[in-house]
């Protein structure tokens, strides 16, 4: 097993091939991180395994903090328990949940003002040419990433 490597790899664990996905990197030790999806759950991240407390994952999720934004990758040792560590890796995972919700705002207020002035100052670049082309199809699903439809900019 390999803790250096970002390509699939395979284990031999009792008696079987197992696949290893790496699945980015620990937000505050930078760690590895990897998954055994063949291991029971749908992504088995067990640190009792093979991977151990510093390469199995773990997901910081916006929602049990009352906050919205994407997951946020751990290694399971940064985010486990209410030590200093978890304390210290929750503060990064809520720094980029605050960073989402500004940007969901100053996004929102751009695209309301083109909407009314044609005006595209702070859209961002992948979204300005979607409404150039008007690519109703496109636009909808970069919206739908920040829980938006274009009723919320209408009237
Ligand atoms: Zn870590």
């Given at each position: 097993?390999?803790?250096?490597?970002?390509?699939?790899?395979?284990?031999?664990?009792?008696?079987?091939?197992?696949?290893?996905?790496?699945?980015?990197?620990?937000?505050?030790?930078?760690?590895?991180?990897?998954?055994?999806?063949?291991?029971?759950?749908?992504?088995?991240?067990?640190?009792?395994?093979?991977?151990?407390?510093?390469?199995?994952?773990s997901w910081a999720t916006a929602k049990?903090?009352?906050?919205?934004g994407p997951k946020v990758l751990f290694?399971?040792?940064?985010?486990?328990?209410?030590?200093?560590?978890?304390?210290?890796?929750?503060?990064?995972a809520?720094?980029r949940?605050?960073?989402?919700?500004?940007?969901?705002?100053?996004?929102?207020?751009?695209?309301?003002?083109?909407?009314?002035?044609?005006?595209?100052?702070?859209?961002?670049?992948?979204?300005?040419?979607?409404?150039?082309?008007?690519?109703?199809?496109?636009?909808?699903?970069?919206?739908?990433?920040?829980?938006?439809?274009?009723?919320?900019?209408?009237?």
């Amino acid at each position: 097993m390999k803790f250096n490597t970002t390509e699939n790899q395979y284990i031999d664990d009792m008696g079987g091939h197992r696949l290893v996905q790496y699945m980015g990197r620990c937000e505050r030790c930078k760690s590895t991180l990897y998954a055994m999806p063949e291991g029971g759950g749908a992504f088995d991240s067990d640190p009792r395994g093979v991977l151990g407390v510093n390469h199995a994952y773990s997901w910081a999720t916006a929602k049990d903090y009352d906050m919205t934004g994407p997951k946020v990758l751990f290694c399971y040792y940064c985010f486990q328990d209410n030590n200093e560590t978890y304390q210290k890796s929750l503060k990064i995972a809520k720094e980029r949940w605050k960073m989402e919700e500004r940007m969901k705002d100053e996004t929102i207020n751009a695209i309301r003002e083109y909407f009314v002035q044609r005006n595209t100052h702070g859209i961002p670049l992948e979204l300005e040419s979607m409404l150039d082309r008007n690519d109703r199809t496109s636009l909808l699903k970069w919206l739908a990433r920040y829980n938006l439809t274009l009723e919320d900019f209408e009237n």
